[in-house]
């Protein structure tokens, strides 16, 4: 029981790692910080923060196996990675070829989902590696083709008319309120709390050890607060794997409420202070 107990408090600190800066991004392109350097920063440990997080979720749901030990766990892990670099560089080819052919399609976008499932599939089925490692993958390889943008456009229509209705749609069938009681509630709150500062006061430190000043430290910790799907995606395979319960599904959906509200406004708000007490400067 202890142990599973470990494994459940491991698993909701995996929740807490994933962040979703597509708001952060919208609120800097709105003010025109964007290409700043705080910008890039956030944008470049947005996407290390995702890889991190995917790793830490492989090697979580690894442990729940009673006859899996760590290190077989990492070295699946890294094994799918090292076959996903040959297998990326024979799918760019043929990728790069077809689109060559018939570029501008919608063979390519629909080429582009097959290989997102069919890594997704490989990656759970033969590596025990979570299924969204496979899909981030697929994204990877995408992304360097010439028409990558087509494909973005393309899946995302696909992404808000179906996968994300669906998707959301089979979250709050599996959370039940009914079980939400003052002790859900209270981890609740706490969860939020652990949430919001463990990124603003994390990323902000190290912001400030590498040299960033207070301000810009203090915008890099609140641009990566923000939570969103991935997060639920996390939250959805623990359900799944039987590692926690239902009733958490109630924390992660307020934090990424929260977060999503909170983040515009504070950054706005930090990015008006300074630019008020440089006028004044």
């Not at 995917?54 to 990675?81: E, M, R, W």
């Not at 070829?97 to 080429?111: D, G, L, N, S, V």
């Amino acid at each position: 029981p202890g142990s599973t107990e470990f494994i459940k408090a491991l698993f909701i600190g995996t929740i807490l790692t994933a962040t979703s800066v597509s708001i952060t991004v919208q609120v800097l392109k709105e003010l025109g910080k964007i290409s700043t350097e705080v910008g890039t920063t956030i944008m470049s440990a947005a996407i290390i923060d995702d890889v991190i997080g995917i790793v830490v979720l492989t090697a979580v749901l690894g442990l729940k196996d009673p006859n899996a030990n760590l290190a077989a766990v990492c070295l699946k892990t890294v094994a799918f990675f090292a076959l996903s670099v040959v297998v990326g560089m024979i799918i760019f080819k043929i990728m790069s070829k077809a689109e060559a052919k018939w570029p501008h399609t919608r063979r390519i976008p629909i080429m582009g989902l097959a290989l997102a499932f069919a890594m997704s599939y490989v990656a759970d089925k033969y590596f025990g590696v979570a299924d969204i490692t496979g899909a981030y993958v697929a994204g990877i390889i995408l992304s360097s083709l010439d028409n990558s943008e087509y494909i973005d456009r393309k899946m995302d229509i696909n992404s808000y008319m179906l996968f994300g209705p669906v998707f959301f749609a089979s979250v709050g069938l599996q959370t039940n309120l009914r079980s939400v009681d003052m002790t859900i509630l209270a981890f609740s709150a706490a969860f939020v709390v652990v949430g919001l500062l463990g990124k603003v006061v994390g990323c902000g430190i190290v912001a400030k050890l590498l040299k960033y000043n207070t301000s810009d430290s203090l915008k890099i910790g609140v641009g990566m607060m923000t939570r969103g799907e991935v997060a639920l995606i996390v939250a959805q395979r623990g359900l799944k794997a039987d590692i926690v319960d239902s009733r958490y599904f109630t924390a992660v959906i307020l934090l990424i409420i929260l977060s999503s509200i909170l983040t515009p406004i504070i950054l706005k708000a930090i990015y008006a202070s300074d630019e008020k007490a440089n006028s004044h400067a």
